[in-house]
């Protein structure tokens, strides 16, 4: 779908006779082009149309792309993401490539998209590789689209197409990026916890077991779960309890001590504050969906 864009470029610069309180994403610039000249070239700090953010991604081809002292080839399904002004420099070699460099590009305004930009950044680099069928290159096509057939018309719309873009990169980045390895001892903690969640040992018992001591059990459990062991206990309780809870009419008291609380009163208590209401509430509600598995921030 990509291939069939016409090489044009939009640009919008939209003003509001009311000053805007509300944080609006700023669209500059969406384009499609082909270049097959070698006088293309772009310095990031001798531009005047800054502060800008850059996301520029080759279709076919390929470009040149100095950044911070490093030349690097920007091919076919990579992106490279920039800022202007900054140390960087991008443009075409004919003798590379006879083909042309063909891409899209997305110029915006960094005031309210640079923490979002910056958590990208860092977890993709700056010449992160994205399918064409992704979800944020889908994204960066339907707002060239938009733009192309005059859908963009107001900055409430420009917006609200420059959000989902960045937030499904943010989304890729995030599913894409190489989690830290869970150390094996933690690895065996946490599946000594879903087997053994209702019958716990202590914390210095769990550290034993998986050979750590109690300090460095601790602080990698955090570290690598995202949890304390006796959060990660509770919450495997409480979701082991939703289905004693919507398949039986077994008492709170009887399913709280069979997933390992000490009485109903304490899993009440945990139940309220992550569920955000009482377990018989939950029961007794008529339009309850039947969850198989509940999932918590």
């Given at each position: 779908m990509?291939n069939?864009?016409?090489?044009e470029?939009?640009?919008?610069?939209?003003?509001?006779?009311?000053e805007?309180?509300?944080?609006?994403?700023h669209?500059?610039?969406?384009?499609?082009?082909r270049?097959?000249h070698?006088?293309?070239?772009w310095?990031g700090?001798?531009?005047?149309?800054?502060?800008?953010?850059?996301?520029?991604y080759t279709?076919?081809?390929?470009?040149v792309?100095?950044?911070?002292?490093?030349?690097?080839?920007?091919?076919?399904?990579?992106?490279?993401?920039?800022?202007?002004?900054?140390?960087?420099?991008?443009y075409?070699?004919?003798?590379?490539?006879?083909?042309g460099?063909?891409?899209?590009?997305?110029?915006?305004?960094p005031h309210?998209?640079?923490?979002?930009?910056?958590?990208?950044?860092e977890?993709?680099?700056?010449?992160?590789?994205l399918?064409?069928?992704?979800?944020?290159?889908?994204?960066?096509?339907?707002?060239?689209?938009?733009?192309?057939?005059?859908?963009?018309?107001?900055?409430?719309?420009?917006?609200?197409y420059?959000?989902?873009?960045?937030?499904?990169?943010?989304?890729?980045?995030?599913?894409?990026?190489?989690?830290?390895?869970?150390p094996?001892?933690?690895?065996?903690?946490v599946?000594?916890?879903?087997l053994?969640?209702?019958?716990?040992?202590?914390?210095?018992?769990l550290?034993?077991?998986?050979?750590?001591?109690k300090?460095?059990?601790?602080?990698s459990?955090?570290?690598?779960?995202?949890?304390t062991p006796?959060e990660?206990?509770?919450?495997?309780?409480?979701?082991?309890?939703?289905?004693?809870?919507l398949?039986?009419d077994?008492?709170l008291?009887?399913?709280?001590?069979s997933?390992?609380?000490?009485?109903?009163?304490?899993?009440?208590?945990?139940f309220?504050?992550?569920?955000?209401?009482?377990?018989?509430?939950f029961?007794?509600?008529?339009?309850?969906l039947?969850?198989?598995?509940?999932?918590?921030?």
């Amino acid at each position: 779908m990509n291939n069939k864009l016409p090489n044009e470029t939009y640009g919008f610069r939209f003003h509001s006779s009311k000053e805007l309180h509300l944080p609006i994403c700023h669209l500059f610039a969406v384009g499609h082009d082909r270049i097959t000249h070698n006088d293309y070239r772009w310095h990031g700090q001798e531009r005047g149309d800054g502060p800008l953010l850059l996301f520029q991604y080759t279709l076919a081809g390929q470009g040149v792309l100095e950044l911070n002292g490093e030349t690097l080839l920007a091919t076919a399904q990579h992106a490279f993401l920039v800022e202007i002004p900054s140390d960087h420099c991008y443009y075409y070699v004919p003798e590379q490539d006879q083909q042309g460099w063909q891409f899209m590009f997305l110029l915006v305004r960094p005031h309210t998209i640079m923490p979002l930009w910056n958590e990208i950044t860092e977890l993709m680099g700056r010449l992160p590789k994205l399918p064409p069928d992704s979800a944020p290159i889908v994204k960066l096509t339907q707002l060239f689209v938009a733009a192309q057939q005059g859908q963009i018309t107001d900055p409430f719309t420009a917006s609200s197409y420059v959000y989902s873009f960045f937030m499904s990169l943010r989304q890729f980045a995030d599913s894409h990026s190489v989690p830290a390895a869970m150390p094996a001892a933690i690895a065996k903690a946490v599946q000594w916890i879903d087997l053994n969640y209702a019958n716990m040992i202590g914390q210095e018992q769990l550290a034993e077991l998986v050979g750590l001591s109690k300090y460095h059990f601790l602080r990698s459990f955090s570290k690598y779960v995202g949890l304390t062991p006796n959060e990660y206990v509770n919450r495997k309780r409480i979701e082991q309890s939703l289905e004693l809870l919507l398949s039986t009419d077994q008492s709170l008291e009887h399913i709280a001590r069979s997933v390992g609380f000490s009485n109903a009163s304490y899993y009440i208590r945990k139940f309220r504050k992550l569920i955000g209401q009482t377990p018989a509430t939950f029961r007794s509600n008529k339009h309850q969906l039947a969850y198989k598995r509940l999932f918590f921030d």
